[in-house]
């Protein structure tokens, strides 16, 4: 079985501010590192690479030091990896990252089975792995909180809806995204890391692609654009209520009522 | 669209230059500035970059027929026709937006036996509510929901799509909106419409910290994904003045390469970490009997309770609804304490909580600097008096 497994850099803390004066993000220095949702993916991947046999490989899209967390792969198990860089690929929304990913792994091989973390901690939406799949045309599975087994050419996984657990049988080539109540995903084995570092890795730019038109990537390939961005407002207000029971109650039901609390 | 261009004979100082991009994406080569992967064209360079920065606009797109798409749809979420309450907010906000720009609101129902349902649904304002009842769709398949999605979307053109933020429109609605290559953004937190349809969605980027005002300028549908309890919930009216439009397709195009072999229903979680809405009881609780006021007003809220170290050791609760280091750490929408001092033990497994409301008859009281609102008061006349109002509705003068 050939497995992908998609992953992401992301911004180590998520504290991102924005100057109230300026208006210019304010960034805190820590240091990047692998999205957390995807060590589920890759920890998921493995397993059944252990069990079914085939190869891990490992996908990421981002500037050149993004490549980092490939290593990071390698050090807990994966064979292969993959980075797509390229500056004309900058401000990509979902659909032209969806699509570039698309590309991307196309070119990178064939894969049974393409797993993604549920979302990721920077942009939280949770769509790139189901546009993904729309972009390559298989079916796709996500809230994946469990995989039974894998049986002939079909793969047996569990689907968390908000009212029940779905047993579904989706056949290969497929993605899912899981969830992180999967498993708990390995340490990073020094040994691993010793006998990888110096492994080659596939380096994908946009004259790699089969669809070279600038068009259909980063800021150019989004239908969706920034108009501007701004902090939040802050409700934490702190506020002292003094009076009778019966007027500070009355006044804790209008508060309550006014922000939903109450029906 | 477009690209940056560095003007590098007007860039005063390199370094104050590069520390404007958040994403570090400007690198400096011999003296020079270069603009890495790393680039997301926020253009704040630009703004700030005193005219070293300079975003060159490409030849113009040819822009799309918006005339063409006309009306704001809500995917309508459900379990077996029980309707999930965001597609009733979403109904009410779409309809504020389509009355904006003079258009109509409809509404896309798919399953199997929701006939009651679809009728249910016109008493919110709807003007045209398109069901597609078959056996076949008695339960989510992502590829026969996109394709029952993909042909509404085609046959009636709508011009932006609201959807719920659930575990089903979570998924659907990117496979759809990829199969559009339109623009879907997700759990908008604010909406709203210019006169030539654009809808401004508004969601939080980077973990919440930061607001994004976002436009899907030159693509048709527009999707939005909205969480629940954003959107305000929408009169049911007695009357109703829209139609119900059956459609249907063949079952062999449902075809679907995903098959359910079975499905095992949830048990009702009871663990005070997964509440939205949490009231605590403290030592100012003079009895065990009088927990009743904080099960009432936790009821009334629709919430769960918990309580404060003392009252586990007096064996007053389940040790399992016990808040603070070595208790649980919870992170409800809303917080009430009665009678919680506020221990520091206490307080670090409470306090990201969004909304904290502290009763506590002591102003010096240790809660009172965590809390929102302070609540200056004797519990057991605030508590009462708070579950009254609840039940009978006060009239807000």
């Given at each position: 079985m050939n497995i992908l497994v998609c992953i992401k850099q992301v911004p180590g803390s998520n504290k991102v501010e924005v100057d109230?004066?300026?208006?210019v993000l304010k960034r805190n220095g820590a240091d990047a590192k692998m999205n957390p949702y995807d060590l589920y993916a890759l920890e998921t991947g493995l397993r059944l690479k252990e069990q079914y046999g085939g190869t891990l490989s490992v996908l990421t899209m981002g500037p050149?030091?993004?490549?980092k967390i490939l290593y990071e792969a390698f050090a807990m198990g994966a064979d292969k990896g993959a980075l797509i860089t390229d500056?004309?690929?900058?401000?990509?929304?979902v659909l032209a990252t969806s699509y570039t990913l698309s590309q991307g792994i196309k070119r990178f091989g064939d894969f049974d089975l393409i797993l993604c973390g549920?979302?990721?901690?920077?942009?939280?939406?949770?769509q790139v792995g189901p546009e993904v799949s729309e972009q390559l045309g298989i079916p796709c599975v996500c809230n994946v909180k469990q995989v039974e087994k894998v049986e002939g050419d079909a793969i047996l996984v569990d689907m968390e809806m908000s009212e029940d657990v779905e047993r579904l049988k989706v056949n290969f080539p497929c993605l899912l995204t899981v969830q992180k109540d999967i498993c708990e995903p390995r340490l990073p084995s020094y040994k691993k890391s010793k006998e990888t570092a110096a492994r080659e890795i596939e380096t994908y730019t946009l004259?790699?692609?089969?669809?070279?038109?600038?068009?259909?990537?980063g800021l150019n390939g989004?239908?969706?654009?920034?108009?501007r961005i701004f902090p939040p407002e802050t409700h934490k207000a702190r506020e002292t209520w003094q009076g009778n029971g019966e007027e500070l109650a009355d006044r804790m039901y209008d508060l309550l009522k006014s922000q939903k609390f109450i029906a | 669209m477009g690209k940056l261009v560095v003007h590098q004979d007007k860039i005063q100082d390199i370094k104050a230059l590069m520390a404007i991009c958040p994403f570090g994406a400007m690198t400096e080569n011999n003296g020079k500035v270069e603009i890495s992967a790393?680039?997301?064209?926020?253009?704040l360079c630009v703004k700030k970059g005193n005219g070293a920065m300079e975003f060159v606009e490409d030849e113009p797109k040819v822009q799309i027929?918006?005339?063409k798409w006309q009306g704001i749809a809500v995917y309508i979420d459900h379990v077996d026709g029980r309707v999930h309450p965001v597609s009733y907010e979403l109904l009410g906000k779409a309809r504020e937006l389509a009355d904006k720009i003079h258009q109509q609101v409809y509404a896309l129902f798919m399953g199997h036996d929701i006939g009651k349902a679809a009728e249910e649904i016109?008493?919110?304002?709807?003007d045209k509510v398109f069901v597609c009842d078959k056996e076949s769709l008695g339960q989510f398949n992502m590829e026969s929901y996109a394709k029952v999605f993909e042909h509404f979307i085609n046959q009636v053109k709508p011009a932006a799509i609201l959807v719920g933020a659930t575990p089903v429109g979570r998924q659907l609605a990117p496979r759809v909106a990829a199969r559009f290559h339109t623009g879907l953004t997700a759990d908008c937190t604010v909406l709203d419409i210019h006169e030539n349809s654009d809808l401004v969605q508004i969601r939080p980027a980077f973990g919440g910290n930061i607001m994004a005002e976002i436009l899907?300028?030159?693509?048709?549908?527009q999707m939005a994904t909205v969480r629940y309890k954003i959107m305000d919930a929408p009169q049911r009216s007695e009357t109703t003045h829209g139609v119900i439009e059956h459609f249907d397709l063949p079952d062999a195009s449902l075809k679907s390469r995903i098959a359910v072999l079975g499905i095992t229903k949830k048990p009702k979680e009871k663990s005070i970490e997964h509440a939205d809405v949490l009231v605590v009881a403290g030592r100012?609780?003079?009895?065990?009997?009088?927990?009743e006021l904080v099960y009432q007003l936790s009821e009334a809220l629709g919430g769960d309770f918990a309580c404060t170290r003392p009252l586990i050791e007096a064996g007053w609760?389940?040790?399992?609804?016990q808040i603070g280091l070595s208790g649980r750490t919870v992170r409800p929408k809303l917080i009430i304490t009665c009678g919680v001092s506020g221990a520091i033990q206490f307080v670090a497994g409470m306090e990201h909580s969004e909304e904290i409301f502290a009763i506590n008859s002591?102003?010096?009281?240790?809660?009172f600097k965590v809390a929102?609102?302070?609540?200056?008061?004797?519990l057991y006349e605030i508590v009462p008096q708070l579950i009254a109002d609840i039940q009978q509705g006060r009239k807000i003068a």
């Amino acid at each position: 079985m050939n497995i992908l497994v998609c992953i992401k850099q992301v911004p180590g803390s998520n504290k991102v501010e924005v100057d109230p004066v300026t208006g210019v993000l304010k960034r805190n220095g820590a240091d990047a590192k692998m999205n957390p949702y995807d060590l589920y993916a890759l920890e998921t991947g493995l397993r059944l690479k252990e069990q079914y046999g085939g190869t891990l490989s490992v996908l990421t899209m981002g500037p050149p030091p993004a490549k980092k967390i490939l290593y990071e792969a390698f050090a807990m198990g994966a064979d292969k990896g993959a980075l797509i860089t390229d500056r004309k690929f900058g401000g990509a929304d979902v659909l032209a990252t969806s699509y570039t990913l698309s590309q991307g792994i196309k070119r990178f091989g064939d894969f049974d089975l393409i797993l993604c973390g549920l979302q990721t901690t920077d942009g939280d939406t949770a769509q790139v792995g189901p546009e993904v799949s729309e972009q390559l045309g298989i079916p796709c599975v996500c809230n994946v909180k469990q995989v039974e087994k894998v049986e002939g050419d079909a793969i047996l996984v569990d689907m968390e809806m908000s009212e029940d657990v779905e047993r579904l049988k989706v056949n290969f080539p497929c993605l899912l995204t899981v969830q992180k109540d999967i498993c708990e995903p390995r340490l990073p084995s020094y040994k691993k890391s010793k006998e990888t570092a110096a492994r080659e890795i596939e380096t994908y730019t946009l004259n790699d692609m089969a669809d070279v038109d600038e068009h259909h990537y980063g800021l150019n390939g989004s239908p969706t654009q920034v108009q501007r961005i701004f902090p939040p407002e802050t409700h934490k207000a702190r506020e002292t209520w003094q009076g009778n029971g019966e007027e500070l109650a009355d006044r804790m039901y209008d508060l309550l009522k006014s922000q939903k609390f109450i029906a | 669209m477009g690209k940056l261009v560095v003007h590098q004979d007007k860039i005063q100082d390199i370094k104050a230059l590069m520390a404007i991009c958040p994403f570090g994406a400007m690198t400096e080569n011999n003296g020079k500035v270069e603009i890495s992967a790393a680039c997301r064209l926020c253009k704040l360079c630009v703004k700030k970059g005193n005219g070293a920065m300079e975003f060159v606009e490409d030849e113009p797109k040819v822009q799309i027929d918006k005339s063409k798409w006309q009306g704001i749809a809500v995917y309508i979420d459900h379990v077996d026709g029980r309707v999930h309450p965001v597609s009733y907010e979403l109904l009410g906000k779409a309809r504020e937006l389509a009355d904006k720009i003079h258009q109509q609101v409809y509404a896309l129902f798919m399953g199997h036996d929701i006939g009651k349902a679809a009728e249910e649904i016109l008493h919110y304002d709807v003007d045209k509510v398109f069901v597609c009842d078959k056996e076949s769709l008695g339960q989510f398949n992502m590829e026969s929901y996109a394709k029952v999605f993909e042909h509404f979307i085609n046959q009636v053109k709508p011009a932006a799509i609201l959807v719920g933020a659930t575990p089903v429109g979570r998924q659907l609605a990117p496979r759809v909106a990829a199969r559009f290559h339109t623009g879907l953004t997700a759990d908008c937190t604010v909406l709203d419409i210019h006169e030539n349809s654009d809808l401004v969605q508004i969601r939080p980027a980077f973990g919440g910290n930061i607001m994004a005002e976002i436009l899907t300028p030159n693509t048709r549908p527009q999707m939005a994904t909205v969480r629940y309890k954003i959107m305000d919930a929408p009169q049911r009216s007695e009357t109703t003045h829209g139609v119900i439009e059956h459609f249907d397709l063949p079952d062999a195009s449902l075809k679907s390469r995903i098959a359910v072999l079975g499905i095992t229903k949830k048990p009702k979680e009871k663990s005070i970490e997964h509440a939205d809405v949490l009231v605590v009881a403290g030592r100012g609780i003079k009895k065990k009997e009088d927990l009743e006021l904080v099960y009432q007003l936790s009821e009334a809220l629709g919430g769960d309770f918990a309580c404060t170290r003392p009252l586990i050791e007096a064996g007053w609760m389940d040790p399992r609804r016990q808040i603070g280091l070595s208790g649980r750490t919870v992170r409800p929408k809303l917080i009430i304490t009665c009678g919680v001092s506020g221990a520091i033990q206490f307080v670090a497994g409470m306090e990201h909580s969004e909304e904290i409301f502290a009763i506590n008859s002591d102003p010096k009281a240790a809660i009172f600097k965590v809390a929102n609102y302070a609540v200056v008061g004797d519990l057991y006349e605030i508590v009462p008096q708070l579950i009254a109002d609840i039940q009978q509705g006060r009239k807000i003068a």
